[in-house]
């Protein structure tokens, strides 16, 4: 049960979610996935690599995702060590490869974080109100650093609203098992698809399809299930 919930926003001048199909992906995702927002969370609690996997699991967490800004991609080139010649500096001397990357510029999103353990869900809400985290977030890459701040002060409790048959307007991104869209004149739709749940050995469990609409508008559904936070309709997943 959803009840009360962490409503966050987290921007930066870049982002880097990078696609995972390949060790040398070079595209982003347009937010990020679901794995990279507990692993955001997590930073921010201080929690070690591979140890948060429990907290985070679908019948421990909940996530819905705002885009605040405009998805702007820009190109960029990352300076990549030479493994051709070994993976230590020493052994490479230094040579690099310099490989194009798809960045995000001017990334704005807000988070709305439901988790079972109530200690947990305290603990990162005090870090919060405080403007404070244990180890400095950023947005994909620790090269894209990120800036978080708390929204309204205070636990927001969602209000749960079944869809059926008419139109209702949702401002995150929507879930694409979760609810059946309308498209509407005048907006740019996206789908992608992103890692949901991974495992402590690092292997992806399960994958999520998303709609998204690239300016940030809101997006129409005709059925489903979603939860007012505050002034916004949200889906989590």
Known sequence: ?????????????????RRGYTTTSTLSYPFPSRTTLAGIVSGILGYERNSYYEIFK????????EIMKPIKKMRMNLNLIDTKTGFLLSDNKGQR?????????DVKYRIYLWL????????????????KSIYTPYLGISECLANVNLVGGAYFV?????????????????PREKAKIKIEPGKKYGM???????????????????????NGQDI??????????????????
């Not at 049960?1 to 409503?7: A, E, L, Q, R, S």
């Not at 679908?58 to 995702?65: E, G, I, M, T, Y």
């Not at 490869?97 to 510029?105: N, R, V």
């Not at 200690?119 to 403007?131: N, Q």
């Open 1 to 17: 049960m959803i009840d009360k919930i962490v409503v966050f926003d987290i921007w930066g001048d870049y982002g880097y979610f």
């Open 58 to 65: 679908p019948s421990n967490s909940a996530f819905a995702l």
């Open 97 to 105: 490869t310099q490989l194009p990357a798809e960045f995000l510029k």
């Open 116 to 131: 079972k353990d109530n200690v947990v869900r305290d603990d990162f809400f005090t870090l919060l109100s405080e403007h």
């Open 158 to 174: 969602p209000i749960k609203n079944y869809v059926k048959g008419k139109d209702f307007r949702i401002n995150s991104v929507v």
């Open 192 to 214: 992608t698809k992103s890692p949901a749940f991974i495992t402590p050995e690092r292997v992806v469990q399960s994958f999520q399809e998303f709609y998204y609409e690239e």
């Open 220 to 237: 129409v559904i005709v059925e489903g299930e979603c939860y007012s936070v505050g002034d916004s309709n949200v889906i989590f997943f």
